[in-house]
């Protein structure tokens, strides 16, 4: 998956913290989110502007952000 599709950081949005594209949902609180033991279906009840890929995009995201030490984004 290549989450690039999904996910994006503008600093105009949530002081620029990675969010879902054209949401305010961060990947920050999805993670969270499943860290407290939620479930994809509990996630997308409460969001439902997001669809299951942007979950997976997020985790996508957080796995390529701890195994790199490269810039995840270019402003």
Known sequence: MDW???????PDVMLGKPVIKGTR??????????GDGADFDDILDAHPM???????????FAS??????????SN
């Open 4 to 10: 690039r599709e999904y996910i994006e950081q503008r």
């Open 25 to 34: 949902i961060t990947v920050e609180l999805i993670l969270e989110e499943l």
């Open 50 to 60: 997001i669809r299951p890929e942007h979950i997976r995009a997020a985790l996508a």
């Open 64 to 73: 390529t952000a701890i195994g790199s030490e490269a810039v995840l984004f």
